[in-house]
């Protein structure tokens, strides 16, 4: 089970950019499942929703309606790394991001894999 570290979380006022990074412990998978999901304020961990997720065979990716066009998952193979590129960020994207790794899309049960968590918080 390939362990996850996310970094990169803070404080941005709305409009603002940030980019999210997981470090994977090992290399994953040529044909696994990443995935960033948030939890927002006031919901319970199992109400996590999916953000983005990527295929790494291939590249496919899908993401979530709220966040398509100004969020993209890029991964980093060669250093065992995925990014969560994050911009014209509004108040409703304030939460804690979670990735995670093997599972299936934006299931948040299906995942095997996951980081503790980093904080976003989006501010007027």
């Known amino acids: ?9 803070g404080s941005v006022q709305a409009g603002g950019s940030l980019t999210l990074s997981c470090a994977a412990s090992t ?3 040529s ?22 997720a990527l295929f790494t065979d291939g590249g496919n990716t899908v993401y979530a309606d709220s966040v398509k066009g100004r969020f993209t ?16 960020l509004n108040l409703e994207d304030t939460g804690v991001y979670y990735c995670a790794a093997a599972g299936l899309g ?7 894999s996951w980081g ?9």
């Open 106 to 112: 934006l299931i948040p049960r299906s995942y095997k």
């Open 73 to 88: 998952l890029t991964h980093d193979n060669a250093n065992n790394m995925f990014y969560l590129v994050m911009t014209s």
């Open 1 to 9: 089970q390939v362990h996850l570290v996310e970094s990169g979380g």
């Open 27 to 29: 290399a994953v998978a």
């Open 116 to 124: 503790q968590g980093i904080q976003v918080t989006v501010s007027s």
């Open 31 to 52: 044909d696994y499942w990443l995935a960033w999901f948030r939890q927002s304020p006031g919901k319970e961990r199992e109400e996590r929703e999916g953000v983005a």
